[in-house]
Nanobody, 123 residues
Framework: QVQLVESGGGLVQAGGSLRLSCAAS????????MGWFRQAPGKEREFVAH????????DYADSVKGRFTISRDNAKNTVYLQMNSLKPEDAAVYFC????????????????WGQGTQVTVSS
């Protein structure tokens, strides 16, 4: 069992930055693939980024490549999402996820989800 708690969301102007954190509790955090998804009002949930258990493999949605960076600190049981050059279309609730196996963009493959943190970007 893994519990995930996100933090770091908030209101930022377009072009600004935020860093989201996801603290995990439970066993064997370092064994899990971690990721971030987001969902804006009236839109489908979408993949943002994921990172392998070693941190050596990362992947991003095309819409955030070059602006967002996912990282993890297994000693702290924490995964981060650094978001730079934010755009109004990045506004959404961001969810931290954890799963076993191969990193994937498929939401259903992640067993554990956090409650989400709101990111609002003003234009």
């Amino acid at each position: 069992q893994v519990q995930l708690v996100e933090s770091g969301g908030g209101l930022v102007q377009a072009g600004g930055s935020l860093r989201l954190s996801c603290a995990a509790s439970g066993r064997a955090f370092s064994s899990y693939v971690m990721g971030w998804f987001r969902q804006a009002p009236g839109k489908e949930r979408e993949f943002v980024a994921h990172i392998s258990w070693t941190g050596g493999i990362t992947d991003y949605a095309d819409s955030v490549k070059g602006r967002f960076t996912i990282s993890r600190d297994n000693a702290k049981n924490t995964v981060y999402l650094q978001m730079n050059s934010l755009k109004p279309e990045d506004a959404a609730v961001y969810f931290c996820v954890a799963g076993l196996g191969t990193p994937t963009v498929v939401a259903e493959q992640y067993r554990y989800w956090g409650q989400g943190t709101q990111v609002t970007v003003s234009s």
